[in-house]
């Protein structure tokens, strides 16, 4: 399974866009990039995913490099309630698994 | 909107002692995943599940660990004996097939073990 290096931490003033970066340069063709985020005590939240082309939904935006190699969250409008860790997972159609790393730390503030 | 639930919550049970977790994932979903978070770090896969079939359990400690999904719908996750090393945040999840990596899984709220 391809790895993701993300930025350890991030701050983002609120109603800010927040734009997390990810790199996953040894993507294969096959392979997904997800995004998930964790709220402090709770279960992963699932965010949006993408192949090549670029996303959007009600959360975030995903845009993925034409080389797909790296890709960026998009949260548009920050607010407080998204202080959170962001994980981005490269997700194998042959294993199935979501690997997690140690993602990014997006705090929020007023 | 449909969730995978989880119990108990919150258990602290100590050292040497057995301690079970319960997961019930969204009706219909083929697939469940048993993770283990240690404070600080991202989730580890334990075992994943397809029906009542374990596909993977390669990080799975089985000298301390068990999972079963008797009849392919809930499912239990056992320590006995628990070490201090055991204490995590043990999430569970589901998705509606292996192999359809175009769906996201969804996670429960997870169950916080102490061991003391």
């Known amino acids: 399974d391809a790895k993701t290096t993300q930025p350890p931490s991030m701050d983002c003033a609120e109603g800010r866009a927040a734009n997390l970066p990810c790199n996953h340069s040894?993507?294969?063709?096959?392979?997904?990039v997800y995004w998930y985020r964790q709220i402090h005590s709770q279960g992963p939240q699932y965010i949006i995913h993408?192949?090549?082309n670029n996303e959007t939904n009600e959360m975030a935006s995903l845009i993925i490099t034409e080389d797909r190699k790296s890709s960026t969250l998009i949260l548009p409008h920050a607010t407080l309630r998204d202080t959170a860790v962001y994980y981005c997972?490269?997700?194998?159609?042959?294993?199935?698994?979501?690997?997690f790393g140690t993602g990014t730390r997006l705090q929020v503030f007023p | 909107e449909a969730e995978v639930a989880q119990s108990p919550r919150y258990k602290i049970t100590e050292k040497s002692q057995a301690v079970a977790f319960w997961c019930d994932p969204i009706?219909?979903?083929?697939?469940l995943y048993w993770y283990r978070q240690i404070l600080g770090q991202g989730p580890e896969l334990l075992v994943q599940?397809?029906?009542?079939?374990?596909?993977?359990d390669s990080q799975l400690p089985k000298d301390r660990f068990s999972a079963e999904r008797l009849k392919g719908v809930d499912s239990t996750l056992k320590i006995q004996p628990a070490e201090l090393g055991d204490s995590a945040m043990y999430l569970c999840?589901?998705?509606?097939?292996?192999?359809?990596?175009?769906?996201?899984?969804?996670f429960g709220s997870g169950t916080r073990l102490t061991v003391v």
């Open positions: 999840a589901s998705s509606p097939q292996t192999g359809i990596t175009n769906y996201g899984y969804t």
């Open positions: 040894t993507i294969s063709g096959n392979e997904y």
């Open positions: 993408g192949l090549k």
């Open positions: 997972i490269v997700r194998s159609s042959h294993t199935d698994k979501l690997i």
């Open positions: 009706s219909g979903h083929a697939t």
């Open positions: 599940f397809q029906d009542e079939s374990v596909v993977d």
